[in-house]
């Protein structure tokens, strides 16, 4: 049983499940393995390091894809970023890039060296896409940054407020969840642009990375107090706190969570705590319930689920969470709807 060391509030103990404990005699299940030469290698090693300067630095476009019969079809595409400023969307397929096959790490990073040592590509290229049966180009410069900043600034970049009538609606997709204190206090200062927003979408589909109490304060009220979890061995289920959250920046009015199958690591804890507050509604996919931990090395991140770990005294791992209101959108779905979006916005004019 992992000991929790400190008073804490109602909410949390409920929603997050600040009690992890260890569940006996669970049988591990194998976890997988990641290599460098996909994206997500790049993204947990990033979000892995122990310092700044040991983050894998890349040259990069902003998207997340899954393989594809003709080439890698996008699944996310980074606000801000080269794919989505050059109009590249969620469900095209990337063929070529330059004439050649595209590859999402070594069509931007020639591998010369033998190691993971990139140097910057600051020249145009030309991606050729296909989008509803038509190819398309589109000519763009990659980015050269680790991932983990990357997200972090999509994050900032997503964010907007639009009306809808005599409504506003408030939306930013959380890429990346940070511990760091001073990514959480540039984050509540960034969110003081949705005070006057009647309602609020938070976007945590294909969303990673580690959850702060600091987050759930900008969304519930509660009173300040220290969290500490002595011998917990689940990184995902430490929420400390960073520094003490400003109660005048709490949101509190209705708020619907997107999820879906990438929403992962404390992302997840984050729908799963939101979900239990009465004016949240979660929406989308089931999310893999993957709150495990790293190992990283040169030559793979391998994954070692979290299949001890119970939330709210339940297993966790490989179970996830289920939105309130189940609406498919897959990958290979194409066209501007966003399907999840659009029930997103209906429930919030439903409810503000």
């Known amino acids: 049983m992992i000991a929790v ?12 499940g600040a009690l992890v404990s260890q569940l ?11 290599s460098p030469d996909t994206l997500d290698y790049y993204l947990i090693q990033a979000f892995q390091a122990p310092s700044v300067k040991e983050r894998i630095v890349l040259n990069h476009i902003g998207v997340t894809v899954q393989k594809a019969e003709d ?54 290229y030309r991606l050729e896409y296909e989008r509803l049966g038509a190819l398309a180009t589109v000519d763009t410069v990659p980015v050269f940054e680790n991932l983990y900043d990357s997200y972090r600034t999509a994050t900032l970049n997503s964010m907007q407020v639009f009306p809808l009538g005599n409504k506003t609606i408030g939306y930013i997709r959380f890429w990346g969840l940070s511990r760091a204190t001073s990514d959480l206090f540039s984050l509540e200062l960034a969110m003081s642009r949705f005070t006057n927003s009647d309602g609020l979408i938070i976007d945590l589909r294909n969303s990673y990375g580690y959850l702060s109490s600091n987050h759930l304060d900008m969304f519930i009220r509660s009173s300040r107090v220290s969290f500490t979890a002595s011998n917990d061995s689940n990184s995902h289920a430490a929420i400390e706190s960073g520094f003490a959250s400003s109660a ?28 239990k507050i009465g004016r949240v509604t979660t929406l989308g ?20 689920p979290a299949d001890q770990t119970l939330i709210n005294g339940q297993p966790f791992e490989e179970v996830g969470v289920a939105p309130k209101q189940m609406i498919a959108f897959p990958y290979a779905q194409e066209g501007r709807s966003d399907p999840q979006f659009e029930a997103a916005v209906d429930v919030l004019l439903g409810r503000i």
Request: negative net charge.
């Open 5 to 16: 060391t400190r008073p804490y509030s109602h909410w949390v103990l409920f929603a997050l």
């Open 24 to 34: 006996a005699g669970a049988q591990a299940s194998s976890g997988y393995e990641l």
């Open 71 to 124: 080439g890698y079809r996008v699944t996310a595409a980074l606000e801000g970023y080269p794919a989505h400023q050059g109009g590249i969307e969620r469900g095209d397929t990337i063929v070529r890039v330059n004439g050649e096959p595209y590859h999402p790490v070594y069509s931007f990073n020639a591998d010369d060296t033998g190691g993971l040592d990139f140097t910057p590509k600051p020249s145009e």
């Open 248 to 275: 005048n920046r709490v949101f509190t009015k209705p708020i619907v969570v997107l999820i879906n199958a990438q929403t992962r690591g404390g992302a997840e804890l984050f729908a799963q705590a939101l979900s």
């Open 285 to 304: 996919e089931n999310s893999p319930g993957e709150i495990g931990s790293f190992s990283v090395n040169e030559n793979t991140v391998r994954y070692l």
